[in-house]
């Protein structure tokens, strides 16, 4: 302590070491301590703080503070592109002179963790933060529908809060590219339905155009198509689909796919960095010969949108679903804490969500959510959903690094014929099919 309190604040200052936000010797302080110090500008940083710091320290918070300011800087060009503003007036309001600090923080053991607040609830004054969890011990909550959410970390993730589902835009895949797919995606639905009626799904086929999980002629239909297709692998497309596409629209998806697949693949290995299981665990589920289907969805306009679902409420029983809005019109909603909330479109992003079947593989860490598409009164929606499997033949259940670690299975692990024919068999009904796995 006694080192640390040379770096103390000083009066009348919150940087350097201390606690935050203390205004008044009559509050009640949070439970922790913390060190807070500017980083950029560098011409605003207090000579008694950063320069006293041990050399290797202030090295590595040199090099972090750099790293992070660039991240930072992607995600706010990101933002603006979004907002379809011009890139210059978030760069001018955030360029590279802007503001910067860091804050550290410590928060000791608490006998009596219920009668105390480690940081007392507050929204940040800035402009973005981005959260490192130094120890990945839990304790960070969000407020969300009024109720504190824990936010579980992750290891060497940044905590930067942009929702339940995560929408990935540095993904890399060229804007122009998606533009062309998303204009061969409407261009289909335009066709007359004739045209469309010759891709039409078969008797005791999903795949093709017509609606998903039809089980009986008494069930109320969703209000919208869906053109079903198999992509990965080639072997098991069917030859009455794919290759009956109009060249374009065939090769754009040909390539979406394969980029998509790739995006995948990069995300369940980090996954599986994540829960510090070995590399080939996932590989091996989520090789070359993974599954992949992809799906068109098409919403047209309802005069009683209150009275339909576009899809049904359900959780997807496939292991990583990558979705793209097509028309970026809003109707992709999530079930938060018992209420359904709206996820906002972002031009060319993917909205990227966790099916039933990485619930069982992760045992439970990872959750599959509860969705619906809901319709507009005056616009038709359009989106893409590609659906990633594990590969032909391979067991679906807990990893058994998982099972060891947590002393104990949630879910059977089961042949994928024994849970694709229990899928079949089923309309959509919220994470009931999930349900039929649990032990």
């Not at 590595?60 to 992607?74: N, P, Q, R």
């Not at 503003?85 to 923080?105: A, H, T, V």
């Not at 533009?179 to 009626?197: A, G, I, T, Y």
């Not at 032909?392 to 879910?411: D, M, N």
């Amino acid at each position: 302590m006694t080192e640390k309190k040379n770096l103390w604040q000083r009066p009348g200052e919150i940087e350097g070491f201390g606690q935050a936000f203390v205004v008044s010797e009559e509050q009640k302080l949070d439970w922790g301590d913390m060190f807070f110090i500017t980083m950029q500008p560098l011409h605003l940083r207090k000579p008694h703080l950063f320069p006293k710091l041990a050399p290797p320290f202030r090295d590595t918070l040199e090099k972090y503070s750099d790293e992070v300011k660039s991240i930072a800087k992607i995600l706010l060009a990101k933002m603006a592109r979004a907002l379809e503003i011009k890139p210059e007036e978030m760069e001018y309001l955030f360029s590279d002179d802007l503001g910067q600090k860091l804050r550290m923080n410590y928060y000791p053991p608490c006998p009596e963790p219920d009668q105390v607040i480690g940081l007392t609830p507050h929204s940040d004054a800035t402009g973005l933060t981005i959260l490192l969890q130094v120890n990945e011990v839990e304790g960070l909550q969000i407020k969300k529908n009024g109720k504190w959410v824990s936010v579980k970390p992750l290891n060497h993730a940044f905590v930067v809060n942009i929702g339940d589902m995560l929408e990935l835009i540095n993904h890399g895949m060229d804007s122009s590219f998606l533009d062309k797919v998303k204009s061969e995606v409407q261009d289909f639905f335009n066709l007359p339905m004739e045209e469309k009626r010759k891709l039409r799904q078969r008797p005791g086929d999903i795949e093709g155009f017509g609606q998903a999980f039809v089980v009986s002629e008494e069930q109320k239909l969703d209000w919208g198509d869906m053109f079903l297709l198999t992509m990965q692998p080639f072997h098991l497309r069917k030859p009455h689909l794919f290759p009956k596409l109009p060249p374009p629209f065939r090769d754009a998806l040909e390539k979406y796919s394969s980029e998509v697949k790739s995006t995948a693949k990069i995300l369940l290995a980090n996954m599986a960095r994540a829960l510090k299981i070995k590399p080939d665990e996932m590989e091996y589920l989520f090789g070359d010969d993974l599954g992949q289907k992809l799906r068109m969805n098409y919403y047209p306009p309802c005069p009683e949108p209150d009275q339909v679902y576009g899809l049904t409420p359900h959780s997807d029983a496939t292991g990583l679903t990558i979705l793209l809005q097509v028309n970026e019109v809003e109707g992709l909603q999530i079930k938060k804490n018992g209420k359904w909330v709206s996820v906002k479109p972002l031009p060319n992003a993917f909205v990227v969500n966790i099916g039933d079947m990485l619930e069982m593989i992760t045992n439970g860490t990872y959750k599959s959510i509860e969705h619906r598409g809901v319709v507009n009164s005056e616009k038709e929606r359009l989106s893409m959903a590609t659906f990633h499997n594990t590969g032909t033949g391979k067991e679906i259940g807990p990893l058994r690094s998982l099972v060891e670690r947590q002393k104990g299975a949630c879910f059977r692990t089961v042949t994928p014929e024994e849970y694709f024919k229990g899928l079949a068999s089923r309309g959509l009904d919220g994470k009931a099919f999930l349900d039929v796995w649990r032990i």
